[in-house]
């Protein structure tokens, strides 16, 4: 586009300053090039202000939106939970039961056990003080819960069982 276009489409669209217009004004009043091409461009406008404007179907919305979601249903929910998370989660759990299986069996006596017909008796009153609170069922409540998610994931990847 030149520079005689951008100025009549300025003045056109009503985009210029006042004095940019006067002088364009006169442009066109006095230059027999700017006037011709100034009824072009003028037509053109007239021609694009009568035009409709194409409007898609009224479903394409609708169409649009619904393989957005299919698409986004398709992805696997691996890709959405990250591994690690699982993983710090799991190793949680594990040092805290391994910490109190640890201080359960260092808090026995074992020197006061006593031998009959080959085995040992402990005294189990030391062990009552340790799950009694209800931290302690809670705790114990989440590992039953844990390991049994665990025993579903093994399952499900040996094919045991079904997802329905």
Known sequence: ????????????DGACPPEEQQAIEQLIATDEVYRNKYNE?????NE??????DEPPMAFTY???????????LQPSKSR???????????????TIAALLIYAFSTVNW??????????KIDTNKFTGVFSGVAG???LFLDVVLGLFLIDHYLLRRGMTKVQ
């Open 41 to 45: 461009l003028l037509q053109l406008n």
């Open 63 to 73: 169409n649009v939106m619904q393989t957005i979601r299919a698409e986004h249903g």
């Open 111 to 120: 020197s006061n056990a006593t031998h009959v017909n080959n085995t040992i």
């Open 81 to 95: 939970i990250d591994g690690r998370i699982i993983w710090g989660i799991a190793a949680f759990f594990i040092i």
């Open 48 to 53: 694009f202000a009568v035009m409709e404007i």
């Open 1 to 12: 586009m030149n520079s005689i276009e951008e100025k009549l489409w300025n003045y056109i």
């Open 137 to 139: 069922k809670g705790f």
